[in-house]
């Protein structure tokens, strides 16, 4: 059934997610703050700025005009980095039809604005904070290993949404599926949320390596001991562990660690190679999510009592100053250990 599917936000993401709905013949409108963009989008049938290459179907119309954008659509794609979510949800909740599913696409931690002490939150509770009583079951978060590049080229996809709605998940599951796109449902919201989040850390972490000229065992010791430090904050969060070696864990961290197209693998490439923090985040000319999320997962870590040794030390790298190298130095000096602590073990085999 043709569906009336309005983005908020027209980065490489949203414009790939575009395409493919389009493809499955469903009426596709994406708000756009830059002229140029929605231009291109409308006569040139191309996302230059941040999808260039992708021809973009007729039934997808692009504007400026927000309200024209949300009018008469069935679900929303808040396609907009985790940093402005908050704002684009007080922004366009006014005129969003009632009781239809929010998409929330960002892979992030956002900072609590306006508190005297430091304060971050999932995009879930965000959005709980931000819509009426009564309403929290409309969200739902869409993640996994998907490089918009490759998604926008109809290269084999697969994606996994959650819920606290299970129908809603599976509304946005169907609306998704073809036969480039296959997509799951999971009940745990938390723990998808944070595989995608801080996998954002470990690629900045893996890509800073690179950088220095260390090899694929480095690499490998990072996404693996990085896999460990995101099982555990996660289960102290509430997340299930075993949603960690699914897409929006063990997937999306091999292709955040591995692939070219990750922005925050380049930016920590440029890092590594001498480059400053904003001189690599410049570099890359699109959001790097894990500088962000580093500095808030660094937070939640202290808050939960949980050791992550890469996010620390990664931490150190992009706000202190530290020698890369040094910091890479540290990690390998550290304390003989188990491979897994007894206390994980005896929560994983419950």
Known sequence: ?????????????????????AKKGHIV?????????????????ENRSYLPGVTIPENVKCSA???????NCQVVLYGVPSHAFRDMLKITLPFVPKNIPLVNLAKGIAAVKDQKEPNFKRMQEVFTEEVAAGEQHRYVVLSGPSHAEEVGRDIPTAL?????????????QNLFMSANLRVYTNPDVVGVELGGALKNIIALSAGIAEGLGFGDNTKAALMTRGLA???????????????????????????????????????????????????AVKSVRMVVEGVRTTKAVRWLAARYQVEMPITEQTYQVLFNNFSPRQAVMNLMGRSSKPEMEEVALLKWSR
């Open 65 to 71: 005009d927000i309200v024209a954008v949300l009018a």
């Open 29 to 45: 409108k994406i708000w756009a703050r830059d002229d140029r963009v929605v231009n291109d989008i409308n006569n040139l049938r």
């Open 160 to 172: 996994v949404v959650a819920s606290p709605d299970i129908k809603r998940a599976e509304y946005v």
């Open 229 to 279: 430090e995101i099982i555990r904050l996660g289960m102290a969060m509430g997340a299930a562990p075993l949603t960690f070696a699914g897409l929006t864990g063990v997937g999306d961290l091999i292709v955040t660690c591995s692939s070219m197209y990750s922005r925050n693998r380049r930016a920590g490439i440029a890092i590594g190679k001498g480059q400053t923090v904003a001189e």
């Open 1 to 21: 059934m043709q569906q009336t599917v309005a983005i908020v936000g027209a980065g490489s993401w949203g414009t790939a997610l575009a395409v493919q709905l």
